[in-house]
């Protein structure tokens, strides 16, 4: 199993970025899907899910209205496009496939670091 997340780094306030987290080794189709990110000396936080077959979508008040997930199931992969972002968005961002029934299996990619400064 691999979650392999890209397109993070260095963008200024107001800029915009595009994650993407590659899938492999399961069925991406039986998994929802999230971002999570960490900033330095904080917990993990949810930022934002889609669920595996209806496409509905939840994101984290902080980010709402700024940022979008989207999956492609033909692709295997996962992106959330950012915009607006605002330097309290800097975080290492990963990537999770989480299935729960009829058992629990829960992935997580390797993060990629972005930054908002100017």
């Known amino acids: 199993v691999q979650l392999v997340e890209s397109g993070g780094g260095l963008v200024q306030p107001g800029g915009s970025l595009r994650l993407s987290c590659a899938a492999s080794g399961f069925t991406f189709g039986s998994y929802a899907m999230s971002w999570y990110r960490q900033a330095p000396g904080k917990e993990r936080e949810s930022v934002a899910r889609?669920?595996?077959?209806?496409?509905?979508?939840n994101y984290a008040d902080s980010v709402k209205g700024r940022f979008t997930i989207s999956r492609d199931a033909a692709k295997n992969t996962v992106y959330l496009q950012m915009n607006s972002l605002k330097p309290e968005d800097t975080a290492v961002y990963y990537c999770?496939?989480?299935?729960?029934?009829?058992?629990?299996?829960?992935?997580w990619g390797q993060g990629t670091q972005v930054t908002v400064s100017s």
């Open positions: 999770n496939a989480l299935r729960e029934w009829p058992n629990r299996y829960d992935y």
């Open positions: 889609i669920d595996r077959a209806w496409g509905i979508t």
